[in-house]
């Protein structure tokens, strides 16, 4: 913790599926004033996301699911996302790798640690670990995967890499992850 912020006090605001706490920070300024802060912040752990690549013939997988925060914001019901889940107990590529079978029926080769990232870290805490994974497909698109007690209804979507930064472009992929590992990607194969 910095030596310019004190936690004066912290409550619980709700502990549903994840927990919200509200916080009053002392926080000193750059001027050495001291200002008293309110914040929340909401808890639910960290995670993990992948890129699945199948190099040889330009193709990604991402999977398309329910996201209800995305729903009440205005945003589609359903969004295409890169593999993700939380670590729980897990290191991350042990997540990642459970998370490729789970949520896209594929197991994964190598892995290469890509970036680690904090989404909103104005309000959340959830960390997420990015990797890019090798997988030989063609992916398996004809069933519906996921956990059903987490309400997961997943949709496998196996799509040319190219497609996919198109999709960035019209506004069709829209999470924050899932643009930040293709725009990785697109990088690192220019080099």
């Known amino acids: 913790m910095s ?4 936690i004066v006090s912290e409550q619980v605001v709700s502990d549903f599926w994840g927990t919200t706490t509200g916080y009053e920070v002392d926080f000193t300024r750059s001027d050495g004033t001291v200002q008293r802060l309110s914040r929340e912040a909401y808890h639910h752990g960290h995670a993990a996301a992948v890129l699945p690549f199948d190099e040889a013939r330009g193709m990604v997988v991402l999977v398309r699911q329910f996201r209800f925060a995305a729903h009440i914001a205005g945003g589609p019901d359903m969004l295409l996302e890169a593999v993700a889940g939380l670590l729980d107990d897990d290191d991350p590529e042990t997540c990642i790798r459970r998370e490729a079978v789970e949520e896209a029926g594929i197991t994964l080769g190598a892995v290469t640690p890509a970036f680690t990232v904090f989404v909103s ?3 959340i805490t959830e960390k997420i670990h990015c990797f890019v994974g090798s ?11 996921g956990l059903a007690h987490e ?10 890499f190219d497609e ?4 960035i472009a019209r506004g069709e992929i829209i999470d924050a992850k899932t643009i930040a590992l293709l725009q990785h990607l697109a990088l690192s194969r220019r080099t």
């Open 3 to 6: 030596a310019r912020i004190k």
């Open 121 to 123: 870290p104005g309000s």
């Open 135 to 145: 997988y030989q497909g063609p992916a398996d698109t004809s069933t519906r995967l």
């Open 151 to 160: 309400g997961e209804d997943i949709e496998v979507v196996e799509i040319a």
């Open 164 to 167: 996919a930064m198109a999709m």
